[in-house]
């Protein structure tokens, strides 16, 4: 039990360059005691107490933004980062070195019963305000992008960003043209645009070709409209 709180202080004095002691991650990081006060609502919850595990989890969330299901279960050395709004639902299962900052999800879907909550894999990372929805996994060593919405698994060391989550780095090689850290995500409406200004390039390229090709065959490309006319509306030609 010692080693294991020592090895939690550790992670946290690893992973955030603000901890310069263990004094400081004792008082000053309250996803670290949400972890704690969580390994005693588990076994409890465990052991049938079900209502006290839930009643207890819900004071520690008052406590420290922290909201972790009694049901969960997480592995060594878990650090939540700033913690506030961090929410774990019932079914989760998370394993060991995983990071998930502020604002995180990992939530279920629909009323069914059984395993609705996703598994996070060893060394994990969740950025800021990611949610992660369904029984679902995401792999070792992988990275969730900040605000990102992730309904499908994710393979072992891949980068997922956007809405829904979509994979752009695969075992550390790019698969997408945007290189991005988790806290830097495309823009649908910059995207929009972007592919709309793509269309408008490619049709004007397309006229000036046919223009250029009429030019040279001595034909213009439309024929000049002349002055339009109440009459014309009856002309019967084509």
Same mark, same amino acid.
């Given at each position: 039990m010692i080693a294991r709180v020592r090895a939690d202080i550790a992670a946290v004095k690893e992973r955030d360059?603000?901890?310069? !002691?263990?004094?400081?991650?004792?008082?000053?990081y309250p996803g670290l005691w949400a972890v704690w006060w969580h390994r005693l609502t588990h076994r409890l919850h465990r052991a049938g107490f079900v209502?006290?595990?839930?009643?207890?989890?819900?004071?520690?969330?008052?406590?420290?933004?922290?909201?972790?299901?009694p049901g969960a279960t997480i592995g060594d050395r878990f650090f939540i980062d700033h913690g506030m709004g961090v929410v774990?639902?019932?079914?989760t299962v998370i394993g060991s070195d995983v990071t998930l900052y502020q604002g995180v999800t990992l939530g279920g879907t629909g009323k069914e019963h059984g395993k609705r909550h996703p598994s996070i894999d060893d060394f994990v990372v969740v950025?800021?305000?990611?949610?992660?929805?369904?029984?679902?996994?995401?792999?070792?060593? !992988?990275?969730?992008g900040a605000g990102a919405v992730v309904i499908a698994d994710v393979p072992p060391n891949c980068t997922v960003v956007g809405i829904p989550g979509r994979v752009v780095v695969r075992e550390g090689r790019r698969v997408d043209a945007i290189d991005l850290h988790h806290e830097d995500l495309p823009d649908p409406v910059v995207e929009m645009y972007r592919t709309?200004?793509?269309?408008?390039?490619?049709?004007?390229?397309?006229?000036?070709?046919?223009?250029?090709?009429?030019?040279?065959?001595g034909t213009p490309v439309f024929e000049a409209a002349g002055p339009h006319r109440e009459d014309d509306d009856d002309d019967p030609r084509p």
């Open positions: 360059p603000a901890c310069t !002691s263990t004094f400081s991650a004792l008082t000053n209502w006290l595990a839930r009643y207890l989890s819900q004071r520690v969330r008052r406590r420290t933004g922290v909201e972790i299901h774990i639902g019932e079914t950025g800021v305000g990611a949610t992660v929805l369904g029984d679902i996994r995401v792999g070792r060593g !992988s990275r969730v709309l200004q793509r269309r408008m390039d490619r049709l004007e390229a397309r006229l000036a070709a046919d223009e250029y090709a009429s030019a040279e065959a």
